[in-house]
């Protein structure tokens, strides 16, 4: 039997997105020219989204002090590469192009996370220490999380350097299982392998995880890429919100 796609495309007056049917929060994962950058709201709702910045900070987005509007403004002037919120009536989310977008929801609490995780986010642990801080704040269990991989640039393409290896190296023991085609100083980065492990390391079970299977330098008809356009793509929006 043929697999059938993990995703299903939607469409709407923002443009199309991609939606894992698994996945219980409402999300989106924008492809290219979904919505812009002067009107980020979905449905009359603003999406909030931060300063990206490639590090691990964690913004958490506390919607009973401020109006959705007030939250939007003030997140964008915010230093962060991931949000969280337990608001109902707006949408938080992340913008990539190539870097990895990961949405997580928790049934229980009520309670959804947006995390922009490249190379960078990554290796620092931006999803574990995303998941900790869903623990601590809200006290989410996290053998109940969902989460949710939206389109990134795939292992066929994901080419880097001795600096992300040597990182790799110094930090993760057996970490030459996220490389392939490793050669003198260069490699191929699994960037979907490795996040799946570090949720799975906190307790996500393996079916509470669903990943679009598209790499965004491959398909260039439905995403930006900053690997293939150059220095300054259009980024894409990830959103997601509480049910
Ligand atoms: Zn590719």
Redesign the pocket.
């Known amino acids: 039997m043929k697999g059938a796609p993990s995703y299903r495309v939607e469409h709407g007056a923002a443009g199309i997105w991609l939606a894992l049917p698994g996945f219980g929060a409402p999300h989106r994962f924008g492809t290219k020219g979904f919505l812009s950058k002067t009107n980020r709201t979905i449905d009359g709702t603003p999406v909030v989204t931060a300063n990206q910045v490639h590090k691990d900070g964690i913004l958490i987005v506390d919607a009973d002090r401020r109006d959705w509007g007030t939250l939007q403004a003030e997140a964008s002037a915010a230093d962060a590469d991931a949000l969280a919120t337990a608001g109902a009536g707006g949408w938080i989310g992340v913008t990539t192009a190539d870097c990895l977008p990961l949405l997580v929801h928790d049934p229980d609490r009520r309670v959804v996370a947006a995390v922009h995780a490249g190379w960078r986010g990554a290796l620092m642990g931006i999803a574990t220490t995303t998941m900790d801080r869903l623990t601590t704040r809200f006290g989410s269990r996290s053998n109940r999380l969902e989460a949710a991989i939206g389109p990134h640039?795939?292992?066929?393409?994901?080419e880097v350097g001795r600096a992300v290896l040597d990182l790799l190296e110094a930090r993760f023991p057996g970490w030459q299982r996220w490389v392939e085609r490793l050669s003198e100083g260069k490699g191929y980065f699994n960037l979907r392998a490795f996040i799946r492990e570090q949720l799975a390391e906190r307790g996500v079970e393996a079916d509470r995880i669903h990943a679009v299977d598209l790499?965004?330098?491959?398909?260039a008809d439905l995403f930006s890429s900053y690997r293939r356009e150059g220095r300054s793509p259009q980024g894409m929006l990830s959103a997601v919100r509480v049910p």
Do not use: A, D, S
């Open positions: 640039i795939g292992v066929c393409c994901f790499c965004t330098r491959c398909e």
